[in-house]
């Protein structure tokens, strides 16, 4: 016997006016509710965001692990699909969502992610299949990893299937926009690694970043990408060199 179900999509926002119709849109047809947590946006966000059937709620942004989980707890329904404001389901993957709906099975669900970048579709480069768990039952699921880096993952042992189609992930516009992203980023990572106690050395920062380029440009075919795989290669070093030399002043800094 079929085992249907509603699903609660959750949408995590700050100053997202650019594509937060994209992403209700796209969960419209599989959602039986939309729930979107804001961190204070203010910007277009929320007036764009209610004019969908949506629950617009407010939370102070502490962390993306964090938000995320809020998130989880605060859905209706106990199955959940959980998605950033820049991601949106392809066609293939809505199918594939209420296809699941209607006859649920398993403790979770993955699908590949498909990322572009300043308006190409990166397959290599280490960016592709870039595959999520994002779909799951709340209760046997919470958001773990490493802020920036959150990841969704099975609290205990459980069942697993992958889903066709793609989560298109619309990440970076413009290289400004990238630099900007990884000084932000770098610096959350930086201070995540300093709490967990990681250290930093020269031999890190120095090592760290050139393996970074190896393995996204020569081993992860980033070649393959062209232009957009070097420029990608080539931020993603500066980012991990960034991460390792903001690991080391926040040691240099609070050094009793």
Known sequence: MANTVKISV???????????????????????????VDSFSNDKTKEMALQYPVRFIQNKFTGHIEQKNYALEQAKYNYVLSLDADEALSDELQKSILTVKNNWQHDAYRFNRLTNYCGRWIRHSGWYPDTKIRLVDKYKAKWGGTNPHDKLELISKGSIQHLKGDLLHYSI???????????????????????????????????????KFIS??????????????????????????????????YWKTNRK
Do not use: M
Not at 189 to 207: D, H, Q, T, V
Not at 217 to 246: E, M, N, P, Q
């Open 10 to 36: 959750t949408i995590i926002t700050f100053n997202e006016e650019k594509n937060i119709e994209r992403c209700i849109k796209s969960v419209i047809p599989v959602a039986d509710e939309i729930l979107i």
């Open 173 to 211: 516009n413009s290289v400004d926009q990238h630099i900007e992203i990884i000084q932000k980023f770098s610096t959350v990572a930086a201070e995540a690694r300093f709490l967990k106690g990681e250290k930093s050395n020269l031999l890190k920062i120095i090592f760290h970043p050139f393996w």
């Open 216 to 249: 996204i440009y020569l081993l992860k075919s980033g070649f393959l990408d062209g232009y957009h795989g070097f420029l990608i290669a080539k931020i993603s070093t500066f980012s991990t060199f960034l991460r390792y030399v903001k690991l080391k002043q």
